[in-house]
């Protein structure tokens, strides 16, 4: 298993740009979840999705759209890059039904909107 | 909502020397992780505690959990280098999990 995979690694934008973050996972998780980290400080939540068609929406959603069209990919938008979204950005997925349901996080993506 | 505090939330240490990590959450939560992460790196799981006096250890670390005082611990003992990187406390309610600011530890030979 490839486990959870994040592409791309690093991205550089301008501000005002648009781009979508790839996330996907082979572990059939229905769970999948997308998390921020700023410097210093712990993870937030954007947007999960609880399976295939549903999503809503974490702590911090605005400038950020997810769709879920399969099980396995969950991609973040980015509809117009501001500095604010400058982070690194996290994917995480689980079964949902399991009590040990542990969260496995994918690499990261580096973000910079200049 | 859901806060953690963690304290300290940066420890420098000695190899050799213990410490105790503190973590203080707000309202009921259905488990408590703890994560590790290294620099530039992602998180890893290193425990999961799911009920009131739950206590895990995997080798120089011990986690704790006390559901009604809504207290966490994580206890390091006899620190070396490879320790070093920040520690999570992560209380969970249904698959939401709450992250604090963390713990940056750092272990001196």
């Known amino acids: 298993n490839a486990g959870v995979t994040q592409t791309p690694k690093f991205q550089v934008l301008k501000t005002g740009q648009s781009m979508t973050l790839q996330c996907a996972q082979d572990?059939?998780?229905?769970?999948m979840s997308w998390y921020r980290q700023d410097p210093g400080m712990g993870l937030r939540l954007i947007h999960y999705s609880v399976g295939a068609g549903i999503t809503d929406q974490g702590e911090v959603p605005n400038g950020y759209n997810v769709s879920r069209s399969t099980t396995e990919d969950f991609p973040l938008r980015l509809l117009s890059a501001a500095p604010s979204q400058t982070s690194v950005y996290f994917c995480?997925?689980?079964?949902?039904?399991?009590?040990?349901?542990?969260?496995?996080f994918g690499p990261g993506t580096r973000l910079t909107v200049l | 909502e859901l806060k953690v505090e963690q304290n300290p939330l940066f420890l420098s240490m000695q190899e050799g020397k213990n410490y105790t990590i503190y973590c203080n959450y707000s309202?009921?939560?259905?488990?408590l992780y703890w994560y590790r992460q290294d620099p530039g790196k992602s998180l890893e799981s290193l425990f999961v505690?799911?009920?009131?006096?739950a206590v895990k250890q995997e080798g120089r670390l011990m986690a704790s959990l006390d559901t009604k005082a809504r207290l966490s611990t994580l206890h390091i003992t006899a620190a070396v280098h490879d320790l070093s990187a920040t520690y999570f406390c992560?209380?969970?309610?249904?698959?939401?999990?709450?992250f604090g600011e963390g713990t940056q530890l750092t272990v001196n030979p």
């Open positions: 309202t009921t939560s259905d488990r």
């Open positions: 995480a997925s689980s079964h949902r039904q399991v009590i040990y349901n542990e969260q496995f």
């Open positions: 992560v209380p969970t309610s249904g698959s939401r999990l709450t």
């Open positions: 572990m059939n998780h229905e769970y």
């Open positions: 505690l799911l009920s009131n006096g």
